[in-house]
Structures are given as C-alpha cells and as structure tokens.
C-alpha cells in the first residue's frame, strides 16, 4: 500500500488519483483558463463576454442547434455507413484473397478529399449524397487501418486456444477475432469519428444546401465575425467531446472486461 496523499498522486508516474481529487484539479485547471481569459484576454481573440453575446446570437437568430442536429446526424450517418464497410473489408482480411483490396484501401487515406469531391459529385446526383460518399470515403480508408491493426495483434496462442477446444478455422476467427476483439473494433470507431467531425465543416462549406454547422461557421468567417467564429468551434469542440465521451461509455457498458487489461 502507498501512504501518498491525494495531492501528491498527481504528481507522481503512473499514480491513480481518487476520482473526487482528479475532478478538482480538472475544475481548476478549467477555472484558472477562464479567468485568464476573462482578465488577460489576448488582443488577438474576442473577449469571455463577446463569445458568449455571440453564442446567444447564433442560438436564438441563426439556428444554431438546428444547424448542430444537422451536422451530428449526417456524421452518425456517415460513421454507420463506414464501419459497416470498414468491418466487412478487416474481416475479409482473413482469406489471403481478399488482403490486398484492405491494403489498398489503407493507403488511400492519403488521397486529398479536394480532388474526390470532384468526381464524387459528376458521379452522384444531389448535394446530401456528395457529402455522405465524401465522409464516408474518408472514415472507411481509416477505420481500416485501425480494425485491420487490430485483427493483425491476434496471437498464435489465442488461435491454437480455440483450435484445442475443437472449433473449426471459421470458427476460431469468429470467436477470436470478431467477437474477441469486438472492445478494440469499437475503441477504433471512436478514435476515428473525429475524422467524420471534422471534415463535416469542410463538406458542408462545399455543399451547402442543406446548411449544417460548416456552413454557419463560413459564414461567420467570411465577414470576419470573430466572435461567432470562437463560439462555433468551442460548441464544436464541446459536441465532438461528449460524443467521445459516450462511445467511451458505451465500451465500458458493452465490454467492461475491456478495462482489465490497463495498467494501473
């Protein structure tokens, strides 16, 4: 047993704080940021107040929460799509047939989206179907790497498990791999849906018939309205948090042996 008192676990290696402590300094650390923002504000950026008259502009004049609504269920839909397709391509990598389509895959995520969009929309009819592709192109390419890593950390050991168990080879994959790595399938689709949530500002500013939170923050930009461009990103910022936050939820629900496996 340690005797560290709470205070000192914060500034000792690989310490594991009581959560109220932890919750404390995150309050702090957060209070002391906006004070200095409200007292030293820099000249560059609008002032706490200017923000804030600015986010209530944007709430109660230009839509604001409808424009989010809109933004989170294009991504939702995008994210669906993608790790539909991700998963399919990953799980195919276990007939060598199929692995060098997941590898081509992978390295397209190198391609700019400038180009893409192109030729997305002389393919495609409407401007909604332009940008799901776009997301959806984007998130596909590295949710791929990311689930195909995962696939590729199963050991010998796991499979020759489940082979002395007398499953047989399809079997084997599918306990080990699919449903075995099911936690470490989702921790990826997580990482990943902040690709999706920050390209939908570019998307959106492309194609912008069905605004969407991009589109509002262009606007702001182009007329130089500093103030409403720091409350969207900070309403951005905020929104792409809690969506983090609830897929890490869902995995400690979902898979909470998942936690096991961290060190302490």
């Known amino acids: 047993m340690t005797s560290d008192t709470p205070m000192k676990t914060l500034f000792t290696p690989n310490a594991q704080p009581p959560r109220a402590t932890f919750l404390v300094m995150v309050a702090g650390q957060a209070l002391v940021l906006l004070l200095l923002w409200l007292f030293y504000p820099l000249r560059l950026f609008p002032s706490l107040g200017e923000v804030f008259r600015a986010l209530g502009d944007l709430i109660t004049t230009q839509g604001l929460i409808q424009e989010l609504w809109a933004s989170m269920t ?20 276990a007939l060598p047939f199929f692995r060098p389509i997941a590898y081509a895959a992978s390295k397209m995520r190198y391609l700019t989206l400038t180009g893409l969009t192109f030729f997305m929309a002389l393919l495609l009819s409407s401007g909604h179907q332009v940008k799901l592709s776009v997301l959806i192109f984007g998130a596909t390419v590295y949710l791929i790497t ?63 018939s069905e605004g969407g939170i991009g589109l509002l923050l262009y606007k702001q930009n182009r007329y130089l309205h500093l103030d409403g461009v720091l409350a969207i990103q900070l309403v951005i910022l905020a929104t792409g948090a809690a969506q983090d936050y609830a897929f890490g939820l869902l995995r400690r629900v979902f898979f909470p042996y998942s936690a096991l496996a961290v060190a302490k």
């Open 74 to 93: 294009t991504a939702l839909q995008a994210l669906g799509v993608a790790t539909v397709l991700a998963l399919l391509i990953s799980y195919l990598t």
């Open 146 to 208: 990311g689930m195909t890593s995962v696939i590729l950390t199963t050991t010998q050991e796991e499979m020759d498990h489940a082979r002395t168990l007398g499953m047989s080879e399809w079997r084997s994959f599918l306990e080990v791999v699919v449903l075995g790595k099911l936690a470490d399938m989702l921790e990826v689709v997580r990482q990943n849906f902040a690709i999706i949530w920050t390209m939908i500002t570019l998307v959106e500013t492309l194609y912008q």
